[in-house]
Nanobody, 115 residues
Framework: QVRLVESGGGLVQVGGSLSLSCAAS????????MGWYRQAPGKQRELVAG???????NYADSVKGRFTISRDNAKNTVYLQMNSLKPEDAAVYYC?????????WGQGTQVTVSS
């Protein structure tokens, strides 16, 4: 079993910054891709950013240039630095990890952007 614990969400003003982190623990042999997804009320969960073990990244077009994903493989932790936040970035952010052939999700952390 793998547990993902997110932290760092909260309330921020438009144009502000937040940093999220997600730590994986449990029966981890090797974590492949890790990533961040988000889900706003009434909308489907969508990919925000992903990162491979080797550090290759991909981003949703809507966050390119504003968000940065990174990971510390030794700590089994993935981070998401969010800058220049917009109202449309408000959502519950979920961490996802692929371990072998299994996919695990965190419990989510709320990001609220106030204008």
């Amino acid at each position: 079993q793998v547990r993902l614990v997110e932290s760092g969400g909260g309330l921020v003003q438009v144009g502000g910054s937040l940093s999220l982190s997600c730590a994986a623990s449990g029966s981890i042999s090797s974590i492949n891709t890790m990533g961040w997804y988000r889900q706003a009320p009434g909308k489907q969960r969508e990919l925000v950013a992903g990162i491979t073990t080797g550090g290759s990244t991909n981003y949703a077009d809507s966050v390119k240039g504003r968000f940065t994903i990174s990971r510390d493989n030794a700590k089994n932790t993935v981070y998401l630095q969010m800058n220049s936040l917009k109202p449309e970035d408000a959502a519950v952010y979920y961490c996802k990890a692929q371990v072998g052939g299994y996919v695990y999700w965190g419990q989510g952390t709320q990001v609220t952007v106030s204008s």
